[in-house]
């Protein structure tokens, strides 16, 4: 049906054409948007083998790619040719479907390609018949439930209540059939197709064109209405759905790439929106970033482990959010901030530096704590071979996960060297108050300092962060002291603790709880203020039968289009000045992969276990707890727990014992759990004891003593700090 009315709409446009090039044209304009760019060149050759001698004509729109490219410039994104093909793709397929899909993995252009041709069409209505204003709503069928999308009969009153699709269907049919409006209306499902919902719009998506309600109901689209799917993949969608629309497929490494998106971010450094200090050295970043991160993302993708596997546009996405928030620094302030004379002049050497650690946390911060060292000698080897090790003064000790760049701002002794410092030196030396209750002590470690940085310089730039990694590393703990005690008043956290039973609807009524109405239609914290949404175990929500969380989709769909709707009223909620902090851990044991279309919204941060730690500090504490408790209290206790396997052969059986590391690594840890629940049990019950623990490498001696009746004193230096963190390593409790 489709490749007919392609050949009759182009049999309309050109009256003399030969048949054997309308049916050609027809064939390639219909089939080529669903195919990948590696099966584009056999079914090239199927044509030419089946109309020899003969090309697919091209249509001429020029004029819409013009006003596609404007539109892209004054948006920030770079029309690869790609990307224009696709744009044209939509409009084609578009005519010849009243319903079309447009698949692939997310990064891929899908929502911007849309935006960007339905604006080109708004600005050649009523210079070219051909195109047209387009209002589009946007929903996501699995953010509600199915009485909520549909409608449905009240259980007790039996009374029937409207659901959203409902609404808005009516909305646009009524544009044209009440008011006369011969504007495109297209409706956008931007969610998961599986089998549930899908299957109700099968009158719609077929030539009866009608939206047939439970209620009796039934709703006749008008011919300016076009329903739009945006999807990640049609792996549970059934024959009956696909048959019924076009597709259009959105590849992100054909349409996007890297450097177009790092392009795309550098358009956006302009003097006009205020970063007149970093605008002369677009060229330089532009040259950085192609030499160092297509590489990174490569090397993370193909040498590396990732408790969450991301996408490379996210890893990209990641190294830019790092980049950008180094800019405000730079940006005056009138009345408020002046940017120092001292540190404007050291802006060309830092900018160097201020790429090699966003590679490095952009790129590098997904990795495992096996995987760093791996990612940590392919930086530096890049750098020496860029030459630039020296320039910039990389660290010969330890990994450069462990050092951070020093921009200290204090008026008595300002320091704009941009030095690389151990991330302990950056925060006040640890000091335990007496009258601090046991359970209320948190002692900082390198990973707590350097994660809760990131964290909260990103979430101050409303950016996202989530951070992922095995139980006991944390997160938790760090993210809730961190927005507990560590932001500005400025910023106000709201704590969301998923679970498996976690809905959709109990999501979006937290949250809607806490906003303040600022005006119609758009509401947020109090003026002024700004929340920072930690939700716990992100990753808990069971699945679907076909797959979805709902959970997740309502704040994807916060992410994706900056709100929701109000399931009594119906109507579009805007959402403003919210950020979002999100902790998981990997993926089994109950815990789900979430769909990567909402994890490409996030800088993701690794939280390795406390013995991948490799800074100089940490060797000398790791060593001594093998030392001190594994040798002689722990490997006795794991050897006589281990299981014995036998196996036959030709001198009989032979037994032999097996472990692997992590399970020593998770018995090891429910030691040393024990042990401080041991000592905090005595001092609750009075008994008065003194724990001394000495620590000696390489003739340099610390101690730290903790005393059950209410004191505690450490020696001087780094040193020190470790053996705390020996009796606390889980970066939570002194004393164990």
Same mark, same amino acid.
């Given at each position: 049906?489709?490749?007919?009315?392609?050949?009759?709409?182009?049999?309309?446009?050109?009256p003399?054409?030969?048949?054997?090039?309308?049916?050609?044209?027809?064939?390639?304009?219909?089939?080529?948007?669903?195919?990948?760019?590696?099966?584009m060149?056999?079914?090239?050759?199927?044509l030419?083998?089946?109309?020899?001698?003969?090309?697919?004509?091209?249509?001429?729109?020029e004029?819409?790619?013009?006003?596609i490219?404007?539109?892209?410039?004054?948006?920030?994104?770079?029309?690869?040719?790609?990307?224009?093909?696709?744009?044209?793709?939509?409009?084609?397929?578009?005519?010849?479907?009243?319903?079309?899909?447009?698949?692939?993995?997310?990064?891929?252009?899908?929502?911007?390609?849309?935006?960007?041709?339905?604006?080109?069409?708004?600005?050649l209505?009523?210079?070219?018949?051909?195109?047209?204003?387009?209002?589009?709503?946007?929903?996501?069928?699995?953010?509600?439930?199915m009485?909520?999308?549909?409608?449905?009969?009240?259980?007790?009153?039996?009374e029937?209540?409207?659901?959203?699709?409902?609404?808005?269907?009516?909305?646009?049919v009524k544009e044209?059939?009440?008011?006369?409006?011969?504007?495109?209306?297209?409706?956008?499902?931007d969610?998961?197709?599986d089998?549930?919902w899908?299957?109700?719009?099968?009158?719609?998506?077929?030539?009866?064109?009608?939206?047939?309600?439970?209620?009796?109901?039934?709703?006749?689209?008008?011919?300016?209405m076009?329903?739009?799917?945006e999807?990640?993949?049609?792996?549970?969608?059934?024959?009956?759905?696909?048959?019924?629309v076009?597709?259009?497929?959105?590849?992100?490494?054909?349409?996007?790439?890297?450097?177009?998106?790092?392009?795309?971010?550098?358009?956006?450094?302009?003097?006009?929106?205020?970063?007149?200090?970093?605008?002369?050295?677009?060229?330089q970043?532009l040259?950085?970033?192609?030499?160092?991160?297509?590489?990174?993302i490569?090397?993370?993708?193909?040498k590396?482990?990732?408790?969450?596997?991301?996408?490379d546009?996210?890893?990209?996405?990641?190294?830019?959010?790092?980049?950008?928030?180094?800019?405000?620094?730079?940006?005056?302030?009138?009345?408020a901030?002046?940017v120092?004379?001292?540190?404007?002049a050291?802006?060309p050497?830092?900018?160097?530096?201020?790429?090699?650690?966003?590679?490095?946390?952009?790129?590098?911060?997904?990795?495992?704590?096996?995987?760093?060292?791996?990612?940590?000698?392919?930086?530096?080897?890049?750098?020496?071979?860029?030459?630039?090790?020296e320039?910039l003064?990389?660290?010969?000790?330890?990994?450069m996960?462990?050092?951070?760049?020093?921009?200290?701002?204090?008026?008595?002794?300002p320091?704009?060297?941009?030095k690389?410092?151990?991330?302990?030196?950056?925060?006040?030396?640890?000091?335990?108050?007496?009258?601090?209750?046991f359970?209320?002590?948190?002692?900082?470690?390198?990973?707590?300092?350097?994660?809760m940085?990131?964290?909260?310089?990103?979430?101050?730039?409303?950016?996202?962060?989530?951070?992922?990694?095995?139980?006991?590393?944390?997160?938790?703990?760090?993210?809730?002291?961190?927005?507990?005690?560590?932001?500005?008043?400025?910023?106000?956290?709201?704590?969301?603790?998923?679970?498996?039973?976690?809905?959709a609807?109990?999501?979006?009524?937290?949250?809607?709880?806490?906003?303040?109405?600022?005006?119609?239609?758009?509401?947020?914290?109090?003026?002024?203020?700004?929340?920072?949404?930690?939700?716990?175990d992100?990753?808990m929500?069971?699945?679907?039968?076909?797959?979805?969380?709902?959970?997740?989709?309502i704040?994807?769909?916060?992410?994706?289009?900056?709100?929701?709707?109000?399931?009594?009223?119906?109507?579009?909620r805007?959402?403003?000045?919210?950020?979002?902090?999100?902790?998981?851990?990997?993926?089994?044991?109950?815990r789900?992969?979430?769909?990567?279309?909402?994890?490409?919204?996030?800088?993701?941060?690794?939280?390795?276990?406390?013995?991948?730690?490799?800074?100089?500090?940490?060797?000398?504490?790791?060593?001594?707890?093998?030392?001190?408790?594994?040798v002689?209290v722990?490997?006795?206790?794991?050897? /006589? %727990?281990?299981?014995? *396997?036998s196996?036959g $052969?030709? =001198? #009989?059986?032979?037994? !032999?014992?097996?472990a692997? @590391?992590?399970?020593?690594?998770?018995?090891?840890?429910f030691?040393?759990?024990?042990?401080?629940?041991?000592?905090?049990?005595?001092?609750?019950?009075?008994?008065v004891?003194?724990?001394?623990?000495?620590?000696?490498?390489?003739?340099?001696?610390?101690?730290?003593? /903790? %005393?059950?009746?209410? *004191?505690?004193?450490? $020696?001087? =230096? #780094?040193?020190?700090? !470790?053996?705390?963190?020996? @009796?606390?390593?889980?970066?939570?409790?002194?004393?164990?």
């Amino acid at each position: 049906n489709t490749v007919i009315q392609a050949a009759g709409n182009n049999r309309a446009a050109n009256p003399d054409m030969v048949e054997d090039l309308l049916v050609l044209s027809a064939l390639a304009d219909s089939n080529r948007p669903k195919f990948l760019a590696e099966d584009m060149l056999l079914f090239n050759g199927i044509l030419s083998d089946l109309f020899p001698g003969w090309e697919v004509p091209v249509p001429d729109y020029e004029d819409l790619l013009t006003q596609i490219k404007e539109h892209c410039a004054k948006n920030c994104l770079v029309p690869t040719e790609a990307f224009l093909f696709r744009c044209i793709q939509i409009y084609e397929v578009s005519v010849l479907r009243h319903g079309f899909m447009t698949v692939g993995p997310t990064g891929g252009a899908k929502t911007s390609a849309k935006d960007m041709l339905l604006d080109g069409m708004a600005d050649l209505d009523g210079i070219n018949p051909k195109y047209s204003k387009t209002k589009q709503w946007i929903i996501n069928p699995k953010a509600i439930t199915m009485g909520q999308l549909y409608g449905a009969f009240d259980e007790n009153t039996h009374e029937w209540t409207d659901g959203v699709l409902c609404v808005l269907y009516r909305s646009a049919v009524k544009e044209f059939s009440e008011f006369g409006r011969t504007d495109r209306q297209w409706l956008v499902f931007d969610g998961p197709v599986d089998a549930l919902w899908i299957e109700s719009m099968n009158t719609v998506l077929d030539d009866n064109r009608k939206l047939c309600l439970v209620s009796g109901e039934i709703i006749t689209m008008s011919p300016y209405m076009s329903m739009v799917f945006e999807v990640e993949d049609l792996s549970v969608a059934s024959p009956a759905t696909v048959s019924r629309v076009g597709s259009i497929y959105m590849e992100p490494d054909v349409i996007v790439g890297i450097m177009p998106q790092v392009e795309a971010y550098l358009m956006t450094l302009t003097a006009a929106k205020g970063y007149k200090e970093i605008e002369p050295h677009k060229e330089q970043l532009l040259q950085l970033l192609e030499q160092l991160l297509p590489g990174a993302i490569e090397f993370t993708r193909k040498k590396t482990k990732e408790y969450l596997v991301t996408v490379d546009n996210n890893l990209a996405k990641s190294t830019l959010n790092m980049l950008h928030q180094f800019w405000t620094q730079f940006i005056p302030i009138d009345g408020a901030y002046e940017v120092p004379e001292a540190l404007s002049a050291m802006l060309p050497k830092l900018i160097e530096k201020f790429v090699v650690f966003s590679v490095l946390w952009g790129a590098g911060a997904s990795t495992d704590g096996a995987s760093r060292p791996k990612f940590d000698a392919f930086l530096k080897g890049k750098l020496a071979e860029l030459e630039l090790t020296e320039a910039l003064g990389i660290p010969e000790e330890g990994m450069m996960y462990d050092y951070s760049i020093r921009l200290d701002h204090n008026e008595d002794k300002p320091d704009f060297s941009g030095k690389w410092v151990g991330w302990m030196e950056t925060v006040p030396v640890f000091e335990l108050s007496p009258k601090t209750e046991f359970a209320d002590i948190i002692v900082p470690t390198v990973d707590s300092v350097r994660y809760m940085w990131i964290t909260d310089t990103l979430a101050q730039h409303k950016m996202h962060t989530m951070a992922v990694g095995p139980t006991g590393t944390g997160k938790t703990l760090n993210v809730n002291n961190k927005l507990m005690a560590g932001m500005p008043d400025k910023y106000q956290p709201i704590f969301i603790g998923f679970s498996a039973q976690t809905s959709a609807n109990q999501t979006q009524d937290l949250l809607d709880a806490k906003m303040d109405k600022r005006r119609k239609g758009i509401y947020g914290p109090s003026p002024g203020k700004q929340y920072i949404i930690f939700v716990d175990d992100v990753n808990m929500p069971q699945r679907e039968e076909y797959g979805a969380q709902p959970p997740i989709e309502i704040l994807r769909q916060w992410m994706d289009h900056d709100g929701w709707y109000d399931r009594k009223e119906n109507v579009f909620r805007k959402l403003v000045d919210l950020s979002f902090v999100c902790a998981m851990g990997p993926p089994g044991g109950g815990r789900n992969d979430i769909t990567p279309r909402y994890m490409r919204h996030f800088n993701v941060i690794a939280f390795t276990p406390f013995l991948f730690i490799s800074s100089s500090e940490n060797v000398i504490w790791t060593s001594s707890i093998y030392f001190f408790l594994l040798v002689p209290v722990f490997l006795p206790l794991l050897l /006589f %727990s281990m299981p014995v *396997s036998s196996s036959g $052969g030709e =001198g #009989g059986g032979v037994a !032999s014992m097996s472990a692997s @590391l992590p399970s020593l690594l998770l018995l090891f840890r429910f030691f040393l759990l024990n042990c401080s629940s041991v000592l905090l049990g005595l001092a609750r019950d009075g008994v008065v004891f003194d724990l001394t623990l000495g620590v000696g490498l390489a003739g340099v001696t610390s101690s730290f003593s /903790f %005393s059950s009746a209410g *004191s505690a004193a450490a $020696g001087s =230096g #780094g040193a020190s700090r !470790s053996a705390l963190c020996l @009796l606390s390593p889980f970066s939570r409790v002194a004393g164990r």
